[in-house]
């Protein structure tokens, strides 16, 4: 008999998964923040040149269409209409990614919160884990991008050289793609995702923040020692990124700025190139001063419910 069509998680998971989500639902409530829905199908394809869209075809529709990868540029349309602080899950896709902690399909759990610092946001991710954990607080570990990859393999995160990073990596003996030799930021994604990563959050949950300014995506720089640095921070919660948060950029010009930048990238990596002109019209008109985060539920629910693959955390995927 074929048994392709039982679920891949067993049904006291998606049990506990539904608790969970519904827990996440009430904190929001609690916590004065909006759901809300914004469209999966976008005209551009992701900024982000190390990402990639999921393309669609529309009939009597020009084309092609992309699948989100974040509702972000949706939702900053519904902060600078004045909406205040918002939530939305919603399933978003990325191609090219599958693994142990990746599907091309999931959930995630993505909120912008009016006037708050990056600072406050961590509190209030830490507040939210908090809740759907039930267990007793346990305050995060605050580290610098800076401190993890100095510990990691020994050089500085902000300012080591692609050759320092190469070398560090062989030294471990981790192989570096050929195409990413020179690429510093490939290296440091490597290096994070190698072995920096894998380490963090499994006593207590880790905020890595204070990102290279390169790695700044939608978020706005400070200075700290003389070098800029991204407000960014990533959650870990047993060696997994789980949650990638900003003090979101509001200047209209910086940010189109950095989207041309993006799409000169991924043009020279042959990725489709567009830039979101509806954000830019939103910043134009006006984007609060917020922070926003973007949570993988699915990793979420295998750290919180003890398992080893994602797949274990969904009905179904693709497979």
């Not at 922070?291 to 003890?306: E, I, T």
């Amino acid at each position: 008999m074929n048994r392709n069509w039982r679920p891949t998680a067993d049904l006291d998971t998606l049990r506990a998964r539904a608790a969970l989500l519904a827990r996440a639902r009430g904190y929001f409530a609690e916590t004065g923040a909006v759901e809300v829905e914004t469209p999966q199908l976008s005209p551009v394809p992701v900024s982000d040149p190390l990402l990639d869209s999921v393309e669609v075809r529309l009939s009597g529709r020009p084309g092609p269409w992309f699948l989100q990868t974040s509702p972000e540029f949706s939702m900053k349309r519904l902060l600078a209409a004045g909406l205040g602080d918002c939530f939305q899950v919603c399933r978003v896709f990325r191609d090219g990614e599958r693994g142990r902690l990746h599907l091309p399909e999931f959930t995630m759990i993505e909120w912008y919160r009016v006037g708050r610092s990056l600072e406050e946001l961590m509190d209030d991710v830490g507040g939210l884990v908090q809740r759907l954990s039930g267990a007793v607080a346990v305050p995060a570990r605050r580290l610098t991008f800076r401190e993890v990859v100095l510990q990691a393999v020994g050089v500085d995160g902000l300012t080591g050289t692609a050759r320092e990073l190469r070398e560090a990596l062989a030294e471990r003996a981790l192989d570096v793609p050929e195409d990413i030799r020179e690429d510093r930021d490939a290296l440091l994604d490597l290096v994070m995702g190698a072995l920096a990563g894998p380490a963090l959050g499994h006593d207590r949950p880790v905020m890595v923040h204070d990102y290279p300014a390169s790695q700044a995506s939608l978020a706005k720089l400070k200075t700290v020692d003389g070098v800029k640095v991204a407000e960014r921070f990533e959650l870990y919660l047993g060696g997994m990124e789980v949650a990638n948060g900003y003090h979101e950029l509001a200047d209209p010009a910086e940010q189109r700025e950095r989207f041309e930048a993006d799409a000169a990238a991924r043009r020279r990596l042959g990725k489709p190139a567009a830039i979101d002109q509806a954000l830019l019209a939103a910043l134009d008109a006006g984007l609060p001063a917020c922070s926003g985060v973007a949570l993988g539920f699915d990793r979420l629910a295998m750290h919180l419910l003890g398992l080893d693959r994602i797949e274990q955390a969904v009905s179904f995927t693709m497979d």
